[in-house]
């Protein structure tokens, strides 16, 4: 998506969809990461459970995200 958009503003000028990309990306590595730290942490059944409830609000915060960078990149809106 951000190849896309450097090629899309070369056309209709400067727009901030690939900071708000990498931001989506960012969070999805993080939702990686509290995944990895729950499996990691299986032998302490609470706190594994904590973490992996973390990883999926943060999993769907990008998900989220992404959608809408892509709907608003779709229209040119931002």
Same mark, same amino acid.
Do not use: N
């Given at each position: 998506?951000?190849?896309?958009?450097?090629l899309?503003?070369?056309?209709?000028?400067?727009?901030?969809?690939d900071?708000?990309?990498a931001?989506?990306?960012?969070?999805?590595?993080?939702?990686?990461?509290?995944?990895?730290?729950?499996?990691?942490?299986? !032998?302490?059944?609470?706190?594994?459970?904590?973490?992996? !409830?973390?990883?999926?609000?943060?999993?769907?915060?990008?998900?989220?995200?992404?959608?809408?960078?892509?709907?608003?990149?779709?229209?040119?809106?931002?």
């Amino acid at each position: 998506m951000i190849g896309l958009v450097k090629l899309a503003e070369a056309k209709h000028g400067s727009s901030h969809v690939d900071e708000y990309a990498a931001l989506a990306s960012v969070m999805f590595l993080a939702s990686a990461l509290t995944s990895y730290l729950s499996i990691r942490y299986s !032998q302490r059944a609470g706190l594994s459970y904590r973490i992996e !409830q973390i990883a999926d609000l943060i999993f769907l915060g990008g998900l989220i995200g992404i959608t809408l960078v892509a709907t608003l990149f779709a229209y040119e809106v931002i």
